[in-house]
């Protein structure tokens, strides 16, 4: 009767190791993965469809991805895979320079 006991302990120590501990890991790393989401990552949906994300709206939990000049919306958790991380300096090309307002004095009197 104890090793009966002891046995079905046993398998729920190893189903625990083989099953849902990995299971849990996959599950941050896939949260990981989805709160650092930016513009310009390359991304794949689960319905297999290639985008650059163009914004990230988080209260909202959706992602706005450019397909070749279409603007999708999708779900965040409609994302499959990151392919490319945005680099720093494709971030700060994408943004608009801001003139300095003597510069934009200097534009009007001309």
Do not use: N, W
């Not at 990995?22 to 297999?48: F, H, N, Y």
Request: contains cysteine.
């Amino acid at each position: 009767m104890v090793s009966t006991i002891i046995m079905l302990i046993a398998f729920m120590v190893l189903m625990y190791f083989m099953m849902i501990k990995p299971q849990k890991k996959q599950q941050e790393k896939r949260q990981e993965m989805m709160s650092s989401l930016q513009k310009g990552d390359k991304i794949v949906t689960i319905g297999g469809l290639h985008g650059v994300v163009d914004s990230v709206d988080s209260a909202e939990k959706t992602v706005t991805l450019d397909c070749d000049g279409v603007y999708l919306v999708f779900s965040l958790s409609a994302v499959g895979r990151v392919l490319e991380k945005a680099t720093a300096q494709v971030q700060e090309a994408t943004k608009q320079p801001e003139e300095q307002p003597e510069e934009q004095e200097a534009a009007k009197e001309e």
